[in-house]
């Protein structure tokens, strides 16, 4: 089992940044891709980012592709999004989500933290 713990939400207004972390714990070896999802009000749930696990290959979300950034700290066993430019279209529940090595599929989620942009 892998537990996943997300932080960084808040409020923040159009134009600004905002960092989310989401750290793992349990079985970390068995991580074979880490990601961030989205939910916005009465919307569907949104792919953001993905970055895998043992090397540097990363996928973004047509939406936030040139504004936001995934990046991981093994050490720390967290990854983190950076989110820049943002816009109140980006208002959204934020999710970190782990794909094992085994199934390839996101199987463990976090609990999600809110992101509220002004305008």
């Known amino acids: 089992q892998v537990q996943l713990v997300e932080s960084g939400g808040g409020l923040v207004q159009a134009g600004g940044s905002r960092r989310l972390s989401c750290a793992a714990s349990?079985?970390?070896?068995?991580?074979?891709?880490m990601g961030w999802f989205r939910r916005g009000p009465g919307k569907e749930r949104e792919f953001v980012a993905s970055?895998?696990?043992?090397?540097?290959?990363?996928y973004y979300g047509d939406s936030v592709k040139g504004r936001f950034t995934i990046s991981r700290d093994n050490a720390k066993n967290t990854v983190y999004l950076q989110m820049n430019s943002l816009k109140p279209e980006d208002t959204a529940v934020y999710y970190c989500?782990?794909?094992?090595?085994?199934?390839?599929?996101?199987?463990?989620w976090g609990q999600g933290t809110q992101v509220t942009v002004s305008s």
């Open positions: 989500a782990a794909a094992s090595t085994s199934t390839r599929s996101y199987d463990y």
């Open positions: 349990g079985r970390t070896s068995s991580i074979h891709t």
């Open positions: 970055i895998s696990w043992s090397g540097s290959r990363t």
